[in-house]
């Protein structure tokens, strides 16, 4: 029996964590893509959950998207369902999202609140948290209204974009991003506004699409009725990851203007002012940024089979008092939403591939880096979890 097929026979006969710690432990020189059983298995969605998304940070969307008082949005982090609230002092507060009178969840989707009003029985919240109101309990003598308080949960700012996390002991985001705030500084990205925000489920493992943003191998081929034919590999750059993100590099065209630095941006120069970024943050907010305009995805596992998807972009302010800006990226947002159809299609089709019997990872191209250093930091986590 060849070496490979053994070696192949042997991890099927491993538990996902084994299988992935084999694979991880290959140099990137002869690495192949991770098992089946790290994207099919409900054990590994399961230890997901717990090594993973109740312990690092998870990115809701932008601050400018919530910019008001009363602005919400709601997400369901491992299993906890949450809000992200802008309070009537101009704070983002993370709260939890259920009552705590019968645990009705409080809040759903994404919009505006003047209050936090359960659905179930109208014990009513003020933005802060903190109970106003609750009917028909002045005859229950232990009854404090004063007591009452939604549980905090972490949140934090950076340059724009809003996380949460569950883990009081997680290192604060800036620190853990110092080098990404580094690498980008002359795009600015605090100053770049949200102008859409979409939600989906697809059928397919939150790993598969964080891969498939990962490289750019793919897109002459997923993508050639769009982008595909602008994609040159050769202008492709993979450079190592970090501890907390991965990246690669692409030299956008010059005919799409609103992908390139504007002139009034003097922080850039040369290839800086068309290079765009794909940062990966782990575990999972994925962001295209050019020096003009940005789209990001923030997934949240939904068991092994389905992603939750928080799809969200805008542009640079350089670009706001341009007055073709606007029709250009309405442009724009319409080429994103044909790309995203054929993501989803090949997204769907790895993860059916995935599911089946004789499915089995082939060896990565150089353009893959980042998959290679995304399988490094999950069996670290995971590592650190099950020690």
């Keep these: 029996t060849p070496p490979e097929k053994r070696q192949a026979m042997a991890n099927k006969s491993l538990n996902p964590v084994d299988a992935l710690r084999a694979n991880a432990a290959q140099p990137f020189e002869s690495a192949r893509a991770m098992p089946p059983e790290v994207y099919t298995t409900q054990e590994f969605a399961d230890l997901e959950l717990e090594s993973i998304f109740a312990k690092d940070w998870f990115c809701v969307g932008r601050a400018d998207g919530l910019a008001n008082a009363g ?36 809040l759903h989707g994404r ?8 659905p179930y029985h109208a014990w009513t919240y003020n933005l802060d948290g903190s109970l106003r109101g609750a009917p028909a309990m002045s005859l229950n003598e232990g009854f404090c209204k004063d007591q009452y308080k939604l ?15 569950l883990n009081e002991d997680a290192p604060a985001v800036a620190e853990q991003l110092g080098e990404v ?21 697809w059928d397919t493992n939150w790993k598969v699409l964080a891969e498939n943003f990962m490289e750019s191998y793919h897109l002459p081929v997923c993508h ?3 982008i595909g034919g602008l994609s040159k590999l050769e202008d492709m750059v993979c450079p190592p990851g970090l501890t907390a993100f991965n990246y690669h590099t692409i030299l956008k065209d010059e005919t799409l203007r609103i992908a390139m630095a504007h002139d009034t941006n003097t922080r850039l ?21 050019t020096p003009g305009y940005f789209w990001y995805l923030s997934l949240h596992p939904k068991g092994p089979g389905q992603v939750h998807i928080r799809f969200g972009g805008g542009m640079s302010d350089d670009y706001s008092e341009d ?6 990226f309405t442009d724009l947002k319409a080429l994103l939403d044909d790309v995203n159809i054929e993501d989803r299609d090949c997204t769907e089709k790895v993860f059916n591939g995935l599911s089946s019997g004789l499915a089995k990872p082939g060896h990565l191209s150089h353009l893959e880096r980042p998959n290679y250093d995304f399988a490094q930091y999950l069996m670290a986590k995971v590592d650190q979890h099950t020690r």
């Design 224 to 226: 050639a009725g769009t």
């Design 111 to 118: 919009g505006n609140a003047r209050s936090i009003v359960c």
């Design 323 to 328: 007055a073709d800006a606007s029709q250009n």
């Design 71 to 106: 602005d919400y949005t709601t997400c369901e982090l491992a299993g906890q369902p949450v809000l992200v609230m802008r309070d009537g002092q101009g704070t983002l507060r993370g709260l939890s999202n259920v009552c705590l009178h019968r645990m009705s969840t409080l």
């Design 151 to 165: 549980p905090k949960v972490r949140c934090e700012e950076w340059l724009g974009w809003v996380f949460i996390t």
């Design 181 to 201: 705030e580094e690498m980008i500084a002359g795009y600015d990205m605090t100053n770049y506004t949200e102008v859409f925000y979409e939600e989906h489920v």
């Design 269 to 289: 120069r040369g290839d800086e002012r068309r290079t765009t970024f794909l940062l990966a943050i782990y575990p999972s907010l994925l962001i295209t940024l």
